[in-house]
């Protein structure tokens, strides 16, 4: 590591040094940490297995209200997931110059969030053992699992976006596994001698690997789109007050960015501090996405505000139940959205200041995330609590076994990022470099400061 | 003969008490669940006796509306079930397939009158009650949700026992344990597609709605209105 | 290596112990094909005719047994109570028969008296046990010998009357807590017949009830639900109309068009006052009555009546002269109005409403069924087999007296009105009982009164025995056929069995008065026995004449005026500010179904709660209180101290507490016990059996139980949200 408060143009060794100290040796506080986190994902895993064999009663769910904690977590975990993957993908596609260290960060987040809200519909199901019933596999009987159903519409969205996640960061990673298997010694060489495909480096590789990850960039935009329109039609198609409007599939998306970009902050800063990458993840990156959660944060407010007012100018009694529950026994969790999504952030995120402050952002971001688990609940259980029939209205409040589940949740993908920020380059190496590559340091006064003009070679822009 | 079932709910015989409610427990095995979980909102009665107050003092008024599953024409739990669970069958009905059943809840969502419970737990019967079981049906196991059937099963034995005899079902030979019954006679059942019975004549009552008829769901149970005043 | 040979012969050990290991889950106790115990087909379901005991109505039932259990219990359709129908309760005695706490055999007390502990003995020992105090007793002081039943009817209480009068004991107490006293009495000075009346709602046109309870829990309520059905729907151009007088909104009068509260305990006098707008604009049909009680009623001017009873004077004018014009009209008073200390003055004044309206033997009016029709070769014992419906209150008193003093030596002790319950507490019949030295109890289930004995018998449940019944309305002189549905369940014999069988021990009297060598021979002498017409009588579930004529109407001659009594209310009212309403319970009687799980978890018609009792507040009072819903309370009265949760009913006059009786129970088996404190500890201990009689005062008190209600307490006022 040079001395210097910037990364190093001129040595691929020591900028891969810098970037990958997420992969060194396990220190004691790692196993500490995977330890502590293990043992919260182990209780939850307890506790489903006990829910399994006792039944769904465990939980403080009831009629009416048939789905809660676990839809929520649910709805929230892939709508955090649509940070990484479409976000990347954007950027990449607009070529936008800061995205290259958040790349890799918010891609694996988006596959490690999706994962973990995948398990819970399977969680939720009364029947978990007998979830295979909605895979469409041959059977003697001929049946097949009804695609009339939003929710089948789900599991090949949640799917195919897994897949195709999975497979964009894989991809993505490829050359920076090429760069890790060059520079990185012992067991570590042999893992990603394997997992680099034999990657080169060549002006070929280069060129098909561009054209492969732009036609993936198009493509996954459309799938990740899909899959929160898909999830907000879970509610939106079914006969709820509340949940049956058109809104809501573009509401969702809206949500999942907004809630997605708030975690990428999350993940970055404590990236940042734990690997300290100070150097690669700057000032300009948070600020940027400070932008991009501001846009979101007017968006959801304005989406919020549209379903809000045709409600209430509406007055359909259906449905004005649910909102003026809002006012009733859901007051207190309406007020931490309202103030975490928008009445608070909203001010915050307009000033300069906050979001040039990673701790102040990362706190902004944190509040938003909070909001958006608020939302969703707000979402599902409300809706459900205030049913047509007034007479069996009944509200709930999770069980001990659901708060453990959730608990467990958040420790699950934690470890997993963990895991995987200890084995594979959690910074887009390559991507970081081709950004040195097309920008150059240049001096004013005492401050050295990045420049996209080449001061050297003009004549040479670009590469391949 | 086509077989079209509907139950008519005559508001103006109905007083609410009970023994349907009863009389479903015992004919189709529902667990009693115990005080502490029907605060927790999870009786597991098929049909419910909704009692809605209005007005006050001295005006206050008691409404019943017996609420068993409307087996709507046009189903909401039936398009959203992943696997088939519940579907229409050949009499029109909604019908719930247990083993099927995968516990997903969003049936018990979609449908507006709340009228689907779901099995949250193994219900046990202290022996001997278990003696009592109707052979006809099945215990429901944990996971699973399940409905008022209109008594398919005292459906099918009508059927049989006219087919065995060789003829057609006669009006009013099936009919589910709360029409059998119901004290007032409030419930009534029976094919509306043989005009001569006596649900076709009922149905044609001017008093006749359906509940939440906006929603499209074209149920199968037909309520009469409340009347007031002497006439007819 | 796994060779060829032994992968074979372990895949052969497998195949087989997997097969073995699931045989270990088969029925063991396989039903034989070839020769299938009696009446027992496969897959094939039977119906048997009986009766139902869990409230005195006395409906006909079928019971549907499918290999040797009963599976499920509906109404009789032929049966002229109830024509197929059937209440809540009455299907639920499925769960007595198969009820986990039911006794199963004979058992002796091994611990201290009222202690609960008890000793299984053998039917032998038991009946050993039986007959030496009884014949001690029989040759020493045969007048000590007291048998408290709850009514009995049909050749059951002709075996017990005659056991009692050939053992030398005039000492026979049947207790209901419901019997209708009241309306017997007024019915004799109005129509001049002791006896309850057939309203026949079915054909009339206006229908007046007085804290009627007729369609939940009152004489006969599935007969009279049906009625009401028809009254309001059978006909093509009529409905009947149902104005309903009474101090709480109770499940009767939500069924009402028009529902009037008024102050408890004034029912006669709203009443009266009607009969006095009647005479006064001269809308009666029956001119003779009304000319005589002219001069009564003017005392009773509507305006005086608001005053008394808080019932504005131009509701009675109005519904007076709609119930003039729209007849046939009938007025029905019910458990509220009877049960008040001055019950008989309002039930008469009620029954004179049917009488001004002339409707007496007509359609759609009152008529006193022919009950000796039914029994009338017994003479002067058809009373034992048909007797008037009376709670036995005078002679329950004289007998709790007559314990306390040690008159006597033997209690038997039998029937589902346990005493030790419906009484209250301030009588002291257990203490009273305690000084009893030898009691046995005949009974399916330990309560508080049963497990005060020193030998319990376990009697069949009304699905397992032999029987007859004649029900107190809509019957006609019909009677109902009782047979065991099932082979008995446990090892037990039924009362009048055991009766038969001591009385042919005693020899001499008891034995020439009960001849027989069992219960069914019994029946079988006095219905012509098998092959007879009893066999046929047996499938259709009795004898079921099909005459109305049988069917009397009132002698109108006599009409005398009712004069109220000065009976105060308990308690003063400042101190006690609400009148204390109590009811019996919709889904549990007057307690014996509270061991049901069915019943307990049937949502009470108007509170909607279950598994638990309340006291039934209007909400503005509570508000005065500083109460709100689900509160913990201490119902005070003169008399007792209970608690309960405080629920709303907007429809309950703003002076009174109600509360369902049926809970409270302490020694009824673990579905029974700790749900609610028992609401009779709070009647004092009166002349007269009055469950309208005291006021009480409620206290705000932490209790560590809810009150669970199946209604959404918002959304149980949001029906305009549905329709």
């Known amino acids: 590591m040079n001395g210097s408060d910037h990364l190093s143009r001129t040595d691929p060794g020591a900028l891969y040094r810098e970037l990958s100290r997420s992969n060194l040796p396990a220190t004691k506080k790692w196993w500490l940490g995977v330890g502590l986190l293990a043992i919260v994902a182990l209780w939850g895993i307890g506790c489903f297995v006990y829910m399994m064999k006792t039944g769904m009663g465990v939980t403080g769910l009831n009629r009416p209200v048939m789905w809660g904690s676990f839809i929520t977590s649910f709805v929230f975990w892939i709508g955090l997931s649509h940070s990484g993957t479409l976000i990347s993908a954007i950027l990449r596609l607009t070529n936008a110059t800061w995205r290259a260290p958040i790349l890799r960060g918010a891609e694996a987040l988006t596959a490690f969030t999706l994962m973990v809200g995948g398990l819970f519909p399977l969680i939720h199901i009364g029947r978990n053992w007998r979830f295979y019933y909605m895979i469409p596999y041959p059977n003697s009987r001929q049946l097949w699992p009804n695609l009339r159903s939003p929710l089948m519409w789900d599991a090949v969205a949640i799917n195919t976006y897994l897949l195709g996640s999975l497979t964009f960061l894989y991809f993505g990673m490829i050359p920076d596994l090429a760069i890790a298997r060059d520079h990185a010694t012992g067991w570590r060489k042999k893992f990603y001698n394997v997992l680099a495909l034999g990657f080169r480096g060549s002006h070929n590789e280069w060129r098909r690997y561009h054209v492969a990850s732009t036609i993936f960039a198009i493509l996954i935009i459309p799938v990740a789109v899909s899959v929160h329109s898909i999830v907000g039609w879970d509610f939106a198609m079914a006969k709820v007050p509340g949940w049956h409007s058109t809104i809501f599939a573009p509401y969702f998306v809206t949500g999942a960015i907004f809630s997605g970009i708030a975690a990428v902050v999350i993940v970055m800063a404590a990236l940042r501090k734990v690997f300290r990458l100070e150097r690669v993840l700057t000032v300009v990156q948070f600020e940027n996405l400070g932008k991009l959660l501001c846009t979101m944060s007017l968006l959801w407010g304005y989406f919020y505000f549209s379903d809000f007012l045709t409600v209430w100018y509406n007055r359909n009694p259906e449905e004005w139940e649910v909102f003026r529950s809002y006012a009733g026994d859901y007051l207190p969790l309406f007020l931490v959205m309202i103030g975490c999504n928008f009445v608070v952030s909203f001010p915050l995120l307009c000033m300069r200041r906050v979001r040039r402050s990673i701790p102040a952002l990362s706190f902004v971001s944190l509040l938003v995330v909070i909001g958006m688990y608020a939302e969703r609940f707000l979402i599902v259980v409300p809706s459900l609590a205030r049913r047509n029939d007034p007479f069996i209205w009944h509200n709930y409040f999770p069980s001990w076994v659901e708060f453990s589940i959730m608990a467990a949740a958040f420790a699950m993908f934690l470890l997993l990022y963990m895991i995987f920020a200890k084995l594979f380059p959690i910074m887009a190496i390559s991507d970081v470099q081709e950004h040195l590559f097309h920008t150059s340091d240049r001096k004013i006064g005492d401050v050295t400061v990045e420049s996209i003009a080449m001061p050297h070679d003009t004549g040479k822009g670009g590469h391949g | 003969m086509e077989i079209k079932w509907a139950m008519a709910i005559d508001l103006d015989r109905c007083t609410g008490c009970g023994a349907c409610v009863v009389a479903c427990v015992a004919e189709n095995n529902i667990p009693v669940v115990g005080e502490a979980e029907v605060e927790k909102g999870r009786l597991m009665q098929w049909i419910r006796v909704a009692r809605y107050w209005e007005g006050e003092y001295p005006e206050a008024q008691a409404v019943y509306l017996p609420v068993p599953c409307m087996q709507c024409e046009r189903a909401p739990c039936e398009t959203v079930c992943p696997v088939y669970a519940t579907y229409h069958n050949e009499d029109g009905l909604n019908a719930m397939v247990y083993n099927r059943c995968v516990g997903t809840r969003y049936c018990a969502n979609n449908c507006p009158y709340s009228v689907r419970v779901f099995n949250w737990f193994d219900h046990v019967w202290e022996k001997p009650l278990d003696e009592q079981l109707s052979p006809d049906l099945t215990t429901r196991s944990r996971g699973v949700m399940e409905k008022c059937t209109f008594c398919i099963q005292r459906i099918r034995r009508a059927k049989e026992t006219a087919a065995e005899e060789g003829r057609e079902i006669r009006d009013g030979e099936a009919v589910p344990a709360c029409v059998q019954t119901c004290p007032p006679g409030a419930l009534l059942f029976g094919n509306v597609a043989d005009p001569h019975s006596e649900i076709a004549r009922k149905l044609k009552d001017p008093r006749r709605f359906r509940l939440m008829e906006h929603l499209g769901t074209e149920p199968r149970v037909v309520y009469l209105k409340r009347q007031k005043g002497a006439g007819r | ?723």
Not at chain 3, 137 to 158: D, F, I, N
Not at chain 3, 443 to 450: K, P, W
């Open chain 3, 1 to 723: 290596m796994l060779h060829r040979r032994q992968f074979l012969k372990l895949g052969g050990a497998t195949a087989f112990a997997t097969l073995f290991g699931g045989c270990d889950k088969m029925q063991r106790t396989l039903i034989p094909f070839v020769i299938p115990p009696e009446n027992t087909t496969l897959g094939e379901a039977l119906w048997y005719a009986s009766v139902c005991g869990q409230c005195p109505a006395g409906c006909g039932i079928v019971v549907r047994v499918s290999e040797g259990r009963a599976k499920k219990i509906e109404g009789n359709p032929r049966h002229p109570v109830n024509r197929g129908r059937l209440c809540a309760r009455g299907q639920a005695a499925l769960q007595a028969l198969y009820h986990p706490e039911r006794l199963s055999r004979p058992m002796k007390l091994s611990g201290t008296r009222g202690s609960g502990t008890y000793a299984p003995i053998s039917w032998e020992e038991a009946l050993s046990l039986l007959m030496v105090p009884l014949k001690k007793v029989q040759a020493e002081a045969p007048a000590s010998l007291l048998m408290l039943t709850e009514p009995m009817r049909g050749h059951a209480g002709l075996v017990a009357g005659r056991f009692m009068k050939a053992f030398g004991s005039k000492h026979r107490v049947a207790w209901d807590p419901f019997g209708a006293d009241a309306m017997l009495s007024a019915n004799a000075a109005i129509h001049g017949i002791r006896d309850l009346p057939e309203h026949d709602l079915a054909n009339a046109r206006y229908l007046l009830s007085f804290s009627g309870d007729f369609l939940e829990t009152g004489i006969s309520p599935v007969h009279y639900a049906r009625a009401y059905g028809r009254m309001r729907g059978d006909r093509e151009t009529i409905r009947g109309k149902f104005v309903h007088f009474g101090p709480r909104l109770s499940m009767t009068a939500a069924a009402a068009d028009l529902f009037l509260p008024c102050t408890p305990g004034t029912e006669g006098i709203v009443a009266l006052g009607i009969a006095h707008v009647m005479v006064r604009d001269r809308l009666t049909a029956a001119s003779a009555v009304a000319g005589r009680l002219a001069d009564d009623l003017s005392a009773y001017p509507p305006e005086a009546v608001e005053r008394l009873t808080g019932v504005h004077a131009h509701d009675i004018a109005a519904v007076a002269e709609e119930f003039a014009r729209n007849q046939p009209g009938i007025a029905i008073p019910g458990t509220g109005a009877a049960t008040g200390p001055d019950g008989a003055f309002h039930c008469a004044g009620v029954a004179l409403l049917n009488a001004l309206a002339g409707n007496a033997g007509k359609p759609g009016g009152v008529s006193f069924p022919n009950r000796a029709l039914a029994f009338a070769r017994y003479g002067s014992e058809a009373a034992l087999l048909a007797p008037a419906p009376e709670s036995g209150y005078a002679a329950m008193r004289d007998a709790i007296d007559k314990m306390r003093g040690g008159a006597f030596r033997i209690a038997i002790l039998s029937g589902a009105t346990n005493p030790a319950f419906t009484l209250p507490p301030s009588l002291k019949f257990s203490e009273a009982l305690s000084k009893v030295p030898f009691i046995a109890a005949f009974a399916s289930f330990l309560d508080e009164t049963t497990s005060q004995a020193d030998l319990v018998l376990p009697v069949p449940t009304a699905l397992e025995a032999w029987g007859d019944d004649l029900a107190p309305v809509g019957h006609s002189g019909a009677v109902t056929l009782c047979q065991p549905v099932v082979v008995p369940f446990h090892d037990t014999r039924s009362m009048p069995d055991v009766l038969i069988a001591a009385a042919g021990e005693l020899g001499g009297k008891p034995a020439k008065a009960l001849p027989w060598g069992s219960f069914k021979e019994c029946l079988d002498k006095a219905y012509g026995g098998p092959g007879g017409q009893m066999e046929i009588a047996l499938q259709r579930g009795g004898f079921f004449g099909e005459s109305s004529s049988q069917r009397s109407g009132a002698r109108t001659g006599t009409v005398a005026f009712p004069k109220g009594t000065e009976r105060p209310i308990d308690g003063d009212p400042k101190a006690f500010p609400l009148a204390l309403h109590l009811y019996p319970s919709v889904t549990l009687y007057d307690g014996r179904g509270a061991n049901l799980p069915w019943l307990q978890e049937m949502p009470d018609p108007v509170t909607t709660a279950v598994w638990r009792n309340w006291v039934e507040v209007n909400p503005k009072t509570a508000a005065g209180l500083g109460l709100s819903e689900g509160d913990g309370v201490t119902v005070t009265s003169p008399s007792g101290k209970i608690t309960a949760h405080v629920t709303f009913n907007p429809g309950i006059a703003p002076d009174v507490a109600a509360m369902p009786l049926g809970q409270g129970h302490t020694r009824y088996g673990k579905t029974a016990n700790g749900r609610g404190e028992n609401p009779f500890a709070l009647l004092p201990a009166g002349e007269t059996y009055a469950l309208q009689a005291t006021r009480v005062s409620l206290t705000k008190t932490k209790l560590p139980t809810r009150l669970v209600r199946f209604a959404h307490p918002e959304g149980q006022w949001k029906i305009s949200n549905l329709m």
